[in-house]
């Protein structure tokens, strides 16, 4: 088994075996690649980083539309270290729902 991926393009493939593709199918992010005996060889997943994404956190922009503030106000309130976040591949924030509902209330 061969596990890739490319964070330029938010790209992940998992190669089961290495077989030459006879067909393949998409849906919903995911393709899924068969060999002539239509057994699965490989799995696709384009925009892997919002499939993988856990229902209880929220992205910069989404903690922006609960909050009804503006990015830059977001990222002043971070630097400022108003607000806990993560980041995600050294690049994108991620909040806590829970915490964004705090700040709400």
Avoid: W
């Avoid at 199918?25 to 068969?34: A, D, K, S």
């Avoid at 609960?66 to 108003?82: D, H, V, Y």
């Amino acid at each position: 088994m061969k596990i890739t991926h490319d964070p330029s393009l938010d790209y992940l493939s998992i190669d089961f075996k290495d077989e030459v593709e006879s067909r393949s199918t998409f849906e919903n992010g995911m393709i899924v690649r068969y060999d002539k005996r239509d057994n699965v060889i490989g799995v696709d997943i384009t925009d892997s980083f919002n499939f993988f994404l856990n229902s209880q956190t929220v992205s910069l922009q989404e903690a922006c539309r609960l909050l009804g503030i503006s990015e830059s106000t977001l990222r002043r309130r971070i630097k400022a270290e108003e607000i806990p976040y993560s980041k995600l591949n050294k690049k994108y924030y991620r909040f806590k729902k829970s915490d964004i509902l705090k700040l709400i209330a």
